[in-house]
């Protein structure tokens, strides 16, 4: 049998790749900024009041992040004063509605996980 | 209206806590050790090999961590030489499937993500 010595590199990139990816939307500010999209387009203010607590450069790094992998599409429209508006692109829906079921799933865990975590600390 | 002043550290709390716990599914090897254990329970010199390239130390950190969130159940053999088993519990089984669906979505997509992002690096 020939031996591939591309094979391990290649499947290598991938999994880094694919890993990177999945970085991207699990992110602390990609799941905020994914799930906010999924109900309609924002300014780049608007979602910034509605995400929360993030700084203007990580949530411009975050959706830059997102517009470059074909999640989220930034349009910025020819008027005066400028105006940017994000919204999800097909793409971007499908990754912010596996995110949202994803959260939706933790947070209706939370209390299981909770009582798990008591029982761990509380052995002898 | 009275204002409940601990409402908004609650909420915060539970935010901290459900992005913690996303974190742990998410996390590098979190997302691995979910996957092998979806097929079967392992050892853990197994489980090692079976992730791959993840030292000692960091798995027995992340076992651990999804141990306490009652992901994964521990179950150590009173037998000579000392035997640990892992497995899922049937929480962990259903974090298990919902990681193991993400990262198959993120896989289909890859292609279109690596066209994306080429389209966005060849910008003028």
Request: proline content about 5%; glycine content about 4%.
């Given at each position: 049998?020939e ?64 517009e470059?992998?074909g ?19 097909p ?34």
């Amino acid at each position: 049998m020939e031996v591939r010595t591309t094979e391990v590199p290649d499947v290598d990139r991938f999994c880094r790749f694919s890993r990177a990816v999945l970085e991207h939307v699990t992110s602390r500010w990609g799941v905020l900024v994914l799930i906010a999209l999924l109900e309609r387009s924002y300014r780049f203010s608007e979602l910034r009041r509605r995400v929360g607590d993030v700084s203007e450069k990580m949530l411009a790094q975050t959706l830059q992040t997102l517009e470059r992998d074909g999640f989220v599409h930034r349009d910025a429209k020819p008027v005066i004063p400028p105006r940017v508006d994000y919204s999800l692109t097909p793409l971007g829906r499908e990754a912010a509605e596996r995110i949202w079921e994803l959260t939706r799933w933790v947070e209706a865990r939370l209390d299981q996980v909770a009582t798990a975590q008591e029982s761990y600390d509380g052995r002898p």
